[in-house]
């Protein structure tokens, strides 16, 4: 209606701040933000600028010559299919790989459009313009390619010819704005009545135009601009009441989602290249002469190939030719045997396996030449206790068993005896050394006589700390006795009770009671001594 763009500069961008740019470099600026949000997925967009003057279409973004007047731009036509689909013809779609280009198709195009003015509007656009984005969306490996089609409709303002009085080529355009703007009001009410059966498209260009964004696979939003002058109060109810019949249409839109066509092509190419093979393979006869050194080498270079790829799907190029695939079979053997030959294990190794069973063959090599060093320890060891079990016995045997056993139970063994030693470092033993020691220990005649002496060293070492804690405990107090009559003294001498030549001339109670106490702290010291 009259107040549904207030003017262009507000709806396609042409304001002169920043804040004040229209509806459609602010739908530019938010699609661009989705797409640096997504970067798993490569997006690709083109844009076509149309304008609908005087129920004519004009292509916006013809860049082939430079427009001064609206007759030179180029006319876009509407051609209906087969099946009531409608096509454009002369209707340029040009790329925008930036926000930067998209915007300067922008301005391009609202430089071009048709402006006059009105007593109602100093800038009135005298057409409706449509700007299409077309948005395609891949994932990265993904054969399926979404595609979308925004339509932003910027409608020129309808006009009571009684109020504005105007006349000439701008009354002929004001009967066209609303005529157009009343079939599409025609247009939306036929949507919003579900029993209706035919909607009337073609009653004019920019409902035809606008077929798929109304009635199709959408979703349709309105936005109303209205005036708040009381002299077109008229204007802003009607208005209010197209935008509430917009929002009545109400349509199930599902996502467009393809098969890529180049990939469909490919693997259609590769599938009709692998029949033909099969046919001609059928048909041939064996050829018995031998393949040449050219032939060979090329077998050669596409199993390697094949073998290298990383791609699951990569097929081995081969002709139809027995001789080549008989060779390339044994070519795959001697790979194979000459991959075994040059490890222990076999050369197909199963995926599962952990990494110690894929060692390389120098891995290999290293680990046996470690096992077998210390297995050569292991035996080391083991003879020498060995040996020094030997010597044990026959030491034994050669003294008297009666003297040894007295003299374990009469005295300790001394601490420098080398018999002590093993005692001591029985806890760093290896594994052969440990069960060696034990065996030694449990076959030992004289093992329980040394327990005993153990036992009753262990008494004797308990016995001596806690005399030694005694001990300690008088020292002790003997010093802090003696540090106070050090104290008592230094008083009675700055008192001058005493003096340096004569440190006896006064006798002190309290000093002779302290000198008795470190004589009696003194008498268990002596007796323990």
Known sequence: ???????????????????????????????????????????????????IYNESGYDLL??????????????????????????TRNLTVHQANTEEDALNLLFMGDT??????????????RSHCIFTIYISCKDHDSPTIRRGKLHLVDLAGSERVSKTGVSGTILNEAKCINLSLHFLEQVIIALSERSRTHIPYRNSMMTSMLRDSLGGNCLTTMVATVSLEK??????????????????????????????????ITRLKKEIQNLRDDITLAGRE??????????LLMCRESVNKYIESADPEETLQMDADFRKIHFCYQYFKHLIRQATASRPSSHLTDASSTPQQQLLPAQVEKEITKLKDLITQRDTEINILVNLLKKEKARIAGSGGENVHNNRQDSPPPRNKPATQPNRNVKNLSKGRQEAFDIFRRDYEHNRAIEMNKSELKARMKEAKQIGGLVNKSREKINSLKSSIEQRRIAMAVQGLVTA?????????????LKKHIKKKKVPTATLR
């Open 1 to 51: 209606k009259q107040w549904y763009q207030r003017r262009v500069a507000i709806t396609a961008g042409g304001a002169e701040r920043y804040k004040d740019r229209g509806m459609i470099p602010r739908s530019i600026s938010h699609i661009f933000q989705s797409f640096e949000k997504n970067p798993t997925s490569v997006y690709t967009m083109h844009i076509s600028y149309l304008e």
């Open 501 to 513: 030549d004569n440190p006896a001339s006064v006798m002190d109670p309290k000093e002779e009671e």
């Open 112 to 125: 071009n459009r048709m402006t006059a003015e009105t007593p109602m509007n100093m800038a009135s656009t």
């Open 62 to 87: 013809d860049p082939a010559k430079e427009v001064t007047r609206l007759e030179d731009l180029p006319r876009v036509h509407l051609q209906e299919d087969s099946e009531g689909n409608f096509h």
């Open 231 to 264: 002299s077109n109060i008229d204007e802003s109810i009607s208005t209010c009441r197209f935008a509430q019949r917009v929002a009545l249409i109400k349509n199930d839109a599902v996502c467009n989602e393809e098969v890529d066509p180049k990939l469909v």
């Open 286 to 295: 064996v050829s018995t002469e031998s393949l040449t050194d050219e032939e």
